[in-house]
């Protein structure tokens, strides 16, 4: 796999929370950080599926697409209310 170097600013105290972890987990800040990154790639692949999935069930049933957004959002509201 080839590599590049890359420099970022972050928060200090999420900077000594991330080497706290990777120190916890045996791992290197830089390892921490690739899958970080991997995960919210992963996510937003994920994310952008379930959006399409949403459009399609959205068209099936003749609701615009502003109308199945009202309905995912209330179902989001249901889901942390129920938490």
Known sequence: MQTQMVNFAIPKKILIQADKAAFLESRSRSELFREAIKCYLNEREEKKKDFASIRRSAA????????AMVLVDKARDELVINQ
């Open 60 to 67: 099936s049933l003749n609701l615009s697409e502003k109308e």
